[in-house]
């Protein structure tokens, strides 16, 4: 028997790309696939080794976190992003799981704003705490019992990155309605075209973090995506809150987890050689696309490509699968996108060379 909050939720996006999947196993030089930000690259060894090590104590892990996680977390942001005062932070298990429960473990039960093209677990938060969610790009003058908005720069799918003025806008925004502004910074390290800016960046936060949550993930950045291991930074109000209900629903980072994170947090270098990788496939496919005929439209960082020939979404991923590729159409992320496809830069650059061959 279903649920009432599981019956408001939308089919889950990628099964209806299983046809489609179908078709581009079938080339006879097999199925790249570029529809998923999902890793293929290993883990840097410093990080295995933190991972093995701490293996052997078999207690509950603090909600929390160790000590040397939340330094490693503020040392991180501070160095890496420029992020000063420090700010409250909280572990998490991946941070999927953090956006989809945190309108409920909030109690939020009014409007929840999402960005017009949106990774599609912002709606799905919103559904499961019983909240309306509701598309905006920009801060909307007549939304009435706005709780929480999410934001996301750089964004996925499209790879659009916010200024400081534009993240200034929500940041005021939010405290005029006295809402919660929760920015989805998963792609913050992942920039091509000038450096993206957290919302906790003094030059938008003037260093006042009330209201202010942004959420990290170390799945992209250092490969930790079967780690499940992410954070929350921001208001120590809101992550008090947090961590008070996520201790009371056994919501915590495995031990091994946290000290695999703060090798992460700690090696600036396996975190830029990653970024290289992605830097040389990103150079590959945008050379192909182009030569092929599509447009790339934003994209200036994040794993991602947000293209489009002007044509029904699905008619390009059809394109793309007869050649054997496997692309994400824009339809999942809401109706603005339904003309354009997300393709993903996680995929070798030995992958990445062979769509070009076949898009040639």
């Known amino acids: 028997m279903r649920t009432p909050s599981s019956s408001t939720l939308p089919d889950f996006p990628w099964n209806s790309l299983e046809p489609a999947k179908a078709q581009a196993s079938q080339h006879p030089d097999g199925l790249i696939n570029l529809s998923v930000g999902s890793p293929v690259d290993d883990v840097a060894p410093g990080i295995q080794l933190a991972l093995a090590e701490a293996g052997a104590?078999?207690?509950?892990?603090?909600?929390?976190?160790?000590?040397?996680l939340r330094q490693a977390i503020v040392d991180s942001l501070a160095r890496r992003y420029g992020i000063d005062p420090a700010p409250a932070v909280l572990p998490?298990?991946?941070?999927?799981?953090?956006?989809?429960?945190?309108?409920?473990?909030?109690?939020?039960?009014?409007?929840?704003?999402?960005?017009?093209?949106?990774?599609?677990?912002?709606?799905?938060?919103?559904?499961?705490?019983?909240?309306t969610p509701l598309r905006a790009s920009t801060p909307p003058a007549d939304a009435e019992d706005v709780d929480l908005i999410f934001i996301n720069s750089p964004s996925n799918p499209t790879g659009a990155v916010a200024n400081h003025e534009q993240l200034r806008a929500w940041v005021d925004y939010a405290r005029e309605h006295d809402a919660i502004l929760a920015s989805d910074e998963c792609y913050l390290g992942l920039s091509w075209e000038g450096q993206a800016a957290s919302i906790l960046d003094p030059?938008?936060?003037?260093?006042?973090?009330?209201?202010?949550?942004?959420?990290?993930?170390?799945?992209?950045?250092?490969?930790?995506?079967?780690?499940?291991?992410?954070?929350?930074?921001?208001?120590?109000?809101?992550i008090a809150e947090l961590t008070e209900v996520r201790k009371h629903a056994g919501l915590m980072m495995p031990g091994p987890i946290q000290a695999a994170t703060v090798a992460a947090l700690?090696?600036?270098d396996q975190e830029q050689a990653q970024k290289l990788r992605y830097a040389n496939r990103r150079a590959v496919l945008m050379r192909a696309l182009v030569d092929a005929g599509f447009r790339i439209e934003h994209s200036e960082a994040g794993l991602y490509l947000w293209i489009t020939r002007d044509e029904d979404c699905w008619d390009t991923v059809q394109w793309f699968a007869e050649r054997g590729i496997l692309v994400a159409p824009g339809a999942f992320y809401g109706p603005a996108g339904e003309r354009f496809v997300r393709v993903a830069l996680t995929a070798s650059l030995e992958q990445c060379e062979q769509v070009a061959q076949r898009l040639s």
């Open 203 to 238: 030059a938008v936060s003037a260093g006042d973090y009330a209201n202010l949550l942004a959420i990290h993930s170390l799945s992209k950045t250092s490969n930790l995506a079967a780690y499940r291991s992410g954070f929350f930074a921001g208001d120590a109000e809101l």
């Open 266 to 268: 700690e090696d600036d």
């Open 92 to 131: 998490v298990i991946g941070t999927k799981e953090a956006i989809a429960l945190l309108p409920s473990l909030l109690g939020v039960r009014g409007t929840v704003i999402i960005p017009e093209v949106a990774y599609p677990t912002y709606e799905v938060a919103a559904l499961l705490a019983g909240a």
């Open 57 to 68: 104590p078999g207690g509950y892990p603090q909600t929390i976190g160790t000590p040397q």
